[in-house]
């Protein structure tokens, strides 16, 4: 697999995120950011292809995964928390867990830490 991210910040007082994934027979297109949630969601399976807004976007992620029709409150994390209910209907232990967000932060400290004081941080 190869990926690449490439993040552009400028004087532009403009927000603008787009995530596009390419793979083999397929893609993924995430569009039109709001500050909370993307608005569009564009994927290519095979022949399949699939445009989806805001709203249509919980309904697809609820449907594949066979969960019932509610309308959880959209905002930061909304995928995550869905992935978070699912994984206690199953009864299966949640991913990510404690673990890896513990570790995410320790990251996050170092970095912090290696700017205010102007040095390299091994972790």
């Not at 919980?58 to 959880?72: A, G, R, S």
Request: charged share 30%.
């Amino acid at each position: 697999m190869v990926g690449s991210l490439l993040s552009i910040w400028n004087n532009v007082r403009m927000d603008e995120r787009r995530i596009e994934i390419f793979f083999e027979n397929g893609y993924i297109v995430l569009d039109g950011y709001t500050d909370i949630y993307f608005n569009k969601f564009e994927y290519l399976i095979g022949r399949r292809k699939k445009r989806l807004k805001a709203n249509e976007i919980i309904e697809e992620y609820q449907h594949v995964k066979n969960y019932p029709l509610m309308t959880p409150t959209r905002g930061h994390y909304l995928f995550e928390n869905l992935s978070f209910m699912e994984a206690i209907i199953k009864e299966e232990k949640p991913y990510p867990g404690l673990e890896i967000g513990y570790r995410a932060h320790e990251i996050i400290e170092a970095a912090y830490q290696s700017s205010r004081e102007n040095i390299r941080i091994s972790i």
